[in-house]
């Protein structure tokens, strides 16, 4: 796509696309239910396509009708595995490693797949823990394509979770699901949809918090009833359109039936403290999960931060936006620890660098800890082009928000990216007035 032109000011209420995390838990539950959920506003992205193909081929069928969808679930370990069964995770890192936590009962060999971003991915963060189950898995380098082949014979572990990923969490738990006892995970704090979820449907799952440590029992072999969901917005989503309006002139948005979880609101929580003024309203319990309406404002004046790393889990997917705010934040803002950001689809933290210098942004590095001096004056007039050679969707989404805001031409490549995880995004940036030519044009 190209963009030639700044946002003009706007004011407008949005519903952003709902929550990607919480879609693929919600298929990947149901398909360990006993009978038939019912999911409604399910994301329909590119990561839970594939996450709903995933468990077709394991067994689990579904259908959607009127916007819901039906998924029939046979209880724990009720997937029918064929064999030969081969599985494309695409590109979601989230439903690669949660499968495998279900599949550690198979009969029959299992081969995981993914693209070209997904295989170069570390594993080993959970096949170290899977393998203390008893489950055997192969692969060369602890990267994809792997091979897992379940037993009969799981015992439960109790395992230090110490990266504080969600999705090793979480593949632990489903793994747990399956084995008789009570696992137990010593986790440092990450996204909690699957405690929560689990919780709603009044499984046997206990969190105690024990300083800075999530201590987790999590009982196996307790059955569970078919359930509804509806899914909440996507914070990882709304974040774009937040700071979109707080480096806009003059405008304001509303962005209502957001996902505001504690363990995924850093960037409200950081940029307030940079001085953003932003609101959340009408909050109200679903599930366990908070779910509220976000109300932001352009801001003339903000303040860099001193980050600290407390914040890193509840904002670890909103770095790269939160730092083109404080690129135009008055002064030095510090971020450190942030390694895990160069584990996702692409090594984001590299990046993020090479774009703000890019842009013109003084930016230190340490290892993991990096300095970003702020430029409130900054407007840009040259020429940029994005190529984004991973297809990182939030690469893409970032690269269109700079130049809505900062203004210069440019050239952002891979718009498909988009669709993994927002696949209306560009249409509410036209909905709020933004001047985006669709087609491969010379700048
Ligand atoms: C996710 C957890 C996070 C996050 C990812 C989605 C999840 O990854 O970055 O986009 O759904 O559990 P880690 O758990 O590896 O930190």
Known sequence: IV?????????????????????????????????????????????????????????????????????????LNGFDIKKNTTINAGNSGTLARLILGLLVKSKFIVKMKGDKSLSRRDFSRVINPLRLFGVNIKSKNNSLPIEIIGTKFLRPITYNESIGSAQVKSCIILSALNTAGTTIINSKPSRNHTELMLKSFNYPIK??????IDKIFIDGLKQFKSFEYKVPGDISSASFFIVLTLLSKKSKIIIEGVNVNKSRDGIIQILNRMGAKIKVKNKKFYKGEEVADIYVKSI???NSINCPSKFNSSAIDEFLIIFLVAAKAN???????????????????????????????KVERFRNNINIHGNPEITLSKNFEIMNHLKDHRIFFLSCIAALTLGGKWKINEKKSANTSFPDFLKILKFLGATINWKEERI
Do not use: C, W
């Open 3 to 75: 963009i030639k032109k700044k946002i003009k000011s706007f004011d407008k209420k949005i519903k952003v696309g709902t929550d990607k995390s919480i879609s693929i838990r919600s298929i990947l539950l149901a398909s360990q239910a006993v009978g038939t959920s019912k999911i409604s506003n399910l994301l329909e992205s590119e990561d839970v396509l594939n996450s709903l193909k995933t468990i077709k081929k394991l067994g689990i069928n579904y259908k959607k009708k009127n916007k819901i969808y039906y998924i029939k679930g046979f209880g």
């Open 207 to 212: 969190v105690q918090k024990k300083g800075q």
């Open 300 to 302: 003339k004046k903000l």
């Open 331 to 361: 002064g030095v803002s510090k971020f450190k620890d942030l390694g895990e950001m160069n584990k996702k689809e692409s090594k984001r933290l590299d990046l993020a660098v090479k774009f703000l210098r890019l842009i013109g942004i």
